[in-house]
């Protein structure tokens, strides 16, 4: 089959176009999906050190382009204080963080969602491994029932700003050591 000069460029630009839009949308246009890894008992927390399977609350983790194996964070704050901050110039594959309406809250397993695509709970009297955390779900029924319970304010992913996630609070600001 042959295909006129004009069919071909006009294809090529539809393709170009239909990549470089992806691209925008911090889409991969490569066809490997990105499996979250599960958390064992000797996962540290990239930032701190700290064993993820000996906390409460909400973990995270993040695929950058190149790495075949994710950076893990021990509470959900650290992951958006890592992809808010303005030094963040890594690419990012995929981000993941848990369902806390199915998982258990003081020893969360599995149950990752990709985090663009959770509803969050900020302020809540829960707390995960650093105190204070950002509470996510896959369904916004399962956080407006986690808020009428632990309490906290409704946000969706795009909606959590810099100054939420701020991690320069706790011993930083205790005087009495």
Not at 35 to 52: A, Q, Y
Not at 84 to 97: F, G, M, N, R
Not at 131 to 152: L, M, N, V, Y
């Amino acid at each position: 089959m042959i295909i006129s000069r004009r069919k071909f460029i006009i294809n090529t630009l539809i393709t170009a176009v239909a990549g470089s839009t992806l691209m925008a949308c911090g889409q991969s246009t490569t066809s490997k999906s990105i499996t979250p890894v599960e958390i064992d008992p000797h996962t540290t927390c990239d930032l701190d050190g700290m064993l993820l399977a000996d906390y409460p609350g909400p973990k995270a983790q993040i695929f950058y382009e190149g790495k075949e194996s994710p950076t893990f964070f021990c509470d959900t704050v650290e992951m958006f204080h890592t992809l808010l901050s303005p030094e963040q110039v890594k690419a990012v594959s995929a981000a993941y963080v848990q369902d806390m309406g199915k998982a258990d809250w003081d020893q969360p397993r599995g149950n990752w969602i990709p985090a663009k695509e959770g509803f969050y709970v900020l302020g809540s009297k829960r707390h995960g491994s650093m105190g204070p955390t950002i509470a996510s779900f896959a369904q916004e029924a399962d956080a407006k029932k986690f808020i009428g319970q632990w309490g906290g304010k409704f946000l969706r992913y795009v909606e959590i700003k810099p100054d939420m996630v701020d991690l320069s609070g706790g011993a930083l600001h205790d005087t009495r050591m």
